[in-house]
């Protein structure tokens, strides 16, 4: 628990460094959870929606092989949920994946 906070707080610095806005962070709701949303005002808005997997090594697989296809589509719905509750919050959705692999961060933008 403390590691998956620990790579959460990594991540969204990283994203905040890179001008986005973090608007919300551990947001759940019956569908799902969102470990972090993010928002780009320009030069479109876009909302990205970061799913954190962080692990000390990848003796059983990498943490981008851990978002499978189940853990996708529970994602979506929550992210239905959370615009459909912050209307205020618009633009082009993408998600993207934050590996946390010991202490090294990489992202994959637009992962699914």
Same mark, same amino acid.
Request: charged share 30%; hydrophobic share 45%; glycine share 4%.
């Given at each position: ?23 919300a962070r551990?947001w ?8 972090? #949303?993010a928002?780009?005002?320009?030069p %479109? *808005?876009? =909302?990205?929606v ?5 692990? !000390? $090594? ?16 529970k994602?979506?719905?929550? #992210? ?5 509750? %912050? *209307?205020? =919050? ?7 994946? !934050? $590996? ?5 961060v ?7």
């Amino acid at each position: 628990m403390a590691r998956a906070k620990w790579a959460e707080s990594l991540v969204a610095d990283l994203y905040a460094r890179e001008g986005f806005e973090i608007v919300a962070r551990n947001w759940h709701c019956r569908d799902g959870e969102l470990d972090i #949303v993010a928002v780009a005002r320009s030069p %479109q *808005p876009t =909302i990205v929606v970061v799913e954190v997997r962080a692990r !000390a $090594s990848s003796d059983y697989g990498t943490p981008f092989e851990s978002v499978t296809r189940k853990k996708q589509i529970k994602i979506r719905l929550a #992210v239905k949920k959370f615009l459909q509750m %912050q *209307p205020e =919050i618009h633009g082009e959705v993408r998600f993207d994946v !934050a $590996s946390v692999l010991g202490v090294k961060v990489e992202v994959l933008r637009d992962a699914f």
